[in-house]
């Protein structure tokens, strides 16, 4: 086994090690409390650490596997978790001044599902205020750091899960992922993550952006532990409407290292005007090596309607958040603004000084699109734009068994690089975007690095096919090594 420290192992390497009673969740979740006092300093990536509420639940589990009962892979493994997901009597706070001491009275399904299995969350994770941005820099209290490069961003909204899983300061992690927030981050720093079909996971709990768009997901160190958290989190949920009752597989069955004979299409409007050569020809290197682990690829694929991805999808998330956020009015929970003469004058303050700009911006971004005069003409056609997406995909999945492009068109960029230009910021989730807007599932792996700074490929499926992506970058990852590599952390 290569982790010399606890805190470095995988979900399955820790679970063995728990079955044969050689470590103890007590003592991976002191090692991982441990890592967190070490580096937390220099990442940020945890806005809230329960070290207390995690120690106390280690402990039971301890009790629970000596007293001989049968444990699951994620019994007793340390994670941290997106704070955009509801943890009940840990703080929620979307990263929002708006919710700096909301305590939630309930659990978000997939904790629940997690809390199933007796696993033990150590805390919630740094993001975009409220999964508005793409590279956790639009937190209310502070930016989080990409490992690789302390003066590089991690990605966004779900930055703070992605550098977690990366130092190690948690075996695994959950975000979230409304246009790329789980993906893109995983991609900027080295881990693996998937976003699911659309329904396959409860959104029951998690904290609302864009309700057509959002979906939770698993953050690892490899695709095995992705597997291991799907099989924990996915199913039908009768408390979210949107969520599909669908068998789940057990996805751990797909991690076979053999793709011989899968086709694999490489659509060429992913690879953008503007894209770094060296996330190009990292691409290209991993598109070989699935070539030579027996896949069929075609580089001659389109998706003609990519390039109106960004467009639609800043119509309609925006507008799905303007009615989502309206909740926040500082009168039953959260924020509140004090010397206000009236209701009015009370929102409206509570409002001002409750959201950060970029949540400002996308709200009134969305209200506009909302609005009479207006709603026809960008939200109505966006929608439609939408459908010609969806429909795009499925016609091109027919013919594929899934679709490879990078997962960001840069490596990390410099923090505040791209603060002053929203447009830019956007930019960096374009090859993440369209499959948000379709509804499909795609995962990112680690695919190489240029001046030590990680780059990612994302693989592509139709709905439900999450086992074949897992399958894909299973094989990918066992016949290279990008993904053992370790940030320069001391």
């Given at each position: ?21 050689k ?6 979740t ?27 639940e ?26 955009v ?117 409860s ?6 952006f ?16 992705c ?49 770094q ?12 090596k ?19 991805a ?58 506009y699109a ?66 948000s807007?379709?509804g ?22 139709k ?28």
């Amino acid at each position: 086994m290569q982790a010399t420290e606890l805190h470095q192992l995988t979900i399955h390497e820790a679970h063995e090690l728990l079955k044969q009673r050689k470590t103890s969740s007590l003592e991976l979740t002191k090692s991982v409390l441990k890592r967190i006092n070490d580096v937390e300093g220099r990442v940020r990536a945890c806005v809230t650490i329960a070290e207390d509420i995690a120690l106390k639940e280690a402990d039971k589990v301890d009790a629970y596997m000596r007293a001989g009962h049968e444990i699951t892979p994620l019994t007793g493994i340390p994670a941290l978790i997106k704070d955009v997901i509801c943890t009940k009597g840990i703080k929620t706070t979307c990263s929002s001044k708006m919710l700096q001491n909301f305590v939630p009275p309930y659990d978000a399904t997939v904790i629940e599902k997690l809390n199933a299995q007796k696993a033990v969350i150590v805390g919630k994770t740094n993001m975009d205020e409220f999964a508005m941005g793409s590279s956790t820099e639009h937190s209310a209290f502070f930016a989080t750091h990409n490992p690789w490069d302390l003066s590089r961003v991690p990605g966004g909204s779900s930055g703070g899960s992605a550098v977690a899983v990366s130092t190690d300061e948690a075996i695994y992690a959950l975000g979230s992922d409304t246009g790329g927030s789980i993906r893109q981050p995983a991609g900027f720093c080295s881990v693996v993550a998937l976003r699911p079909t659309y329904g396959r996971v409860s959104r029951f709990g998690l904290l609302a952006f864009a309700s057509s768009l959002d979906q939770i997901g698993p953050m690892t160190k490899d695709v095995t532990d992705c597997a291991l958290v799907m099989n924990a989190i996915a199913g039908h949920d009768p408390r979210d409407s949107t969520s599909v009752p669908h068998p789940v597989p057990d996805y751990a069955q797909h991690l076979v290292p053999d793709i011989k004979g899968l086709k694999i299409g490489i659509p060429g409007e992913y690879l953008v005007e503007g894209m770094q050569t060296e996330v190009r020809a990292a691409l290209e290197r991993a598109v070989d090596k699935l070539q030579e682990l027996g896949a069929e690829v075609d580089w001659g694929v389109s998706l003609p309607h990519t390039k109106y991805a960004l467009a639609a999808y800043y119509i309609i998330a925006p507008s799905e958040a303007s009615a989502n956020l309206a909740r926040y009015d500082g009168v039953k929970y959260g924020f509140s603004a004090g010397n206000a003469s009236n209701v009015i004058q009370a929102t409206e303050r509570t409002r001002q000084f409750g959201f950060g700009p970029e949540v400002k911006r996308r709200i009134m971004l969305g209200t506009y699109a909302l609005s009479a005069g207006y709603y026809d003409a960008y939200y109505v056609k966006a929608q439609q734009v939408r459908t010609l997406i969806k429909q795009e995909f499925d016609q091109v999945l027919q013919r594929y068994d899934a679709l490879v492009t990078p997962t960001s068109p840069t490596v990390p960029f410099k923090l505040g690089e791209k603060l002053e230009d929203p447009m830019q910021m956007y930019l960096s989730d374009i090859c993440t975007l369209p499959i948000s807007i379709a509804g499909i599932p795609a995962i990112s792996i680690p695919a190489g690095f240029a001046d030590n700074l990680p780059i990612g490929m994302q693989i592509i499926g139709k709905p439900f096919s999450e086992g074949v992506l897992l399958r894909i970058a299973f094989a990918y990852e066992q016949a290279t090594d990008w993904h053992s590599r370790k940030p320069p952390l001391s």
